[in-house]
C-alpha cells in the first residue's frame, strides 16, 4: 500500500544547475517550503528561474512527494544564451549588505577543502609508507596483530585526534566570530495552500 501524501514540494526536473529558482508560488502564496496538499483538489502554481548556464536543456515540472517520489509533469528545451561568466546572483543580507551568491565565500570553500584533504593525505601518507598489506597479512596470520602498532604510532594518532579537535574549534570560534549575525535554518511545513474553484461537471 502506498501512504496517503500529506507533504509536497513543487520542484523543478533540469540537468544539473543550470537555472536557479528566484520564486515558488502555489494558489498565488510563496512557497519556498514544502506545503500540504489536499488530495483530489486543483492547485494553479508558478516557478520563476533565472538562467544561469548557457544551452538547450530540458525543464519539467516536478512535485516530490513524501513517501512517494517525484511526479514528473510536462517538460519543454529551453535555450539559454550568453556566458555563464556574466551570470550573478545578488542578495541583500539580513544587515544591509549585498553578496552575490554565485561567487561569496569561495575563497574559504577552497581554504577548506584542501585544508582537510591535507590532513587526510598526510594521515594516510603516515600510515602507508611502511609495507602495508603482505607484511601485515603475514604478522597477523602469525599472531603478532599487537607488534604492528608501535608507541610511535599512537603518538602520532593522538597528535592527530588532539590537532584536528584543536584546529576544529579554532576554525569554529574564527568562523563565529566573522559571520555573528545567523538565522535558523529555515525549515517548516506550510499549510491551507488555496485551491482552485473547478465548476462540477453537469
Known amino acids: 500500500t502506498v501512504e496517503k501524501p500529506e507533504v509536497s514540494f513543487l520542484?523543478?526536473?533540469?540537468?544539473?544547475?543550470?537555472?536557479?529558482?528566484?520564486?515558488?508560488?502555489?494558489?498565488?502564496q510563496l512557497v519556498p517550503r514544502s506545503v500540504t496538499l489536499e488530495l483530489g483538489k486543483t492547485y494553479d502554481f508558478?516557478?520563476?528561474?533565472?538562467?544561469?548556464?548557457?544551452?538547450?536543456?530540458?525543464?519539467?515540472?516536478?512535485?516530490?512527494?513524501?513517501?512517494?517520489?517525484?511526479?514528473?509533469?510536462?517538460?519543454k528545451f529551453i535555450r539559454i544564451t550568453g556566458s555563464m561568466s556574466q551570470f550573478t546572483n545578488p542578495v541583500t543580507t539580513l544587515t544591509g549588505k549585498t553578496i552575490?551568491?554565485?561567487?561569496?565565500?569561495?575563497?574559504?570553500?577552497?581554504?577548506?577543502?584542501?585544508?582537510?584533504?591535507?590532513?587526510?593525505?598526510?594521515w594516510m601518507w603516515?600510515?602507508?609508507?611502511?609495507?602495508?598489506?603482505?607484511?601485515?597479512?603475514?604478522?597477523?596470520?602469525?599472531?603478532?596483530?599487537?607488534?604492528?602498532i608501535s608507541d610511535t604510532d599512537r603518538k602520532v594518532t593522538m597528535g592527530f585526534i588532539a590537532g584536528t579537535v584543536a584546529l576544529t574549534a579554532i576554525l569554529m570560534s574564527s568562523t563565529n566570530s566573522a559571520y555573528p549575525v545567523t538565522i535558523p535554518i529555515q525549515a517548516g511545513l506550510m499549510r491551507d495552500m488555496v485551491p482552485l474553484e473547478i465548476p462540477e461537471p453537469t
Not at 552575490?100 to 598526510?122: N, V
Not at 603516515?126 to 604492528?148: E, H, T
Open 46 to 75: 508558478k516557478v520563476l528561474l533565472k538562467a544561469r548556464r548557457p544551452g538547450d536543456w530540458h525543464v519539467h515540472t516536478m512535485m516530490n512527494v513524501q513517501d512517494g517520489g517525484p511526479i514528473i509533469g510536462p517538460g
Open 100 to 122: 552575490d551568491i554565485e561567487t561569496w565565500g569561495l575563497g574559504d570553500i577552497y581554504f577548506y577543502s584542501f585544508l582537510w584533504i591535507g590532513i587526510g593525505i598526510a
Open 126 to 148: 603516515y600510515w602507508c609508507k611502511s609495507p602495508v598489506f603482505v607484511p601485515r597479512l603475514i604478522a597477523v596470520q602469525a599472531g603478532k596483530a599487537d607488534s604492528l
Open 11 to 28: 520542484n523543478i526536473g533540469i540537468p544539473g544547475p543550470v537555472f536557479i529558482r528566484a520564486a515558488s508560488y502555489i494558489g498565488g
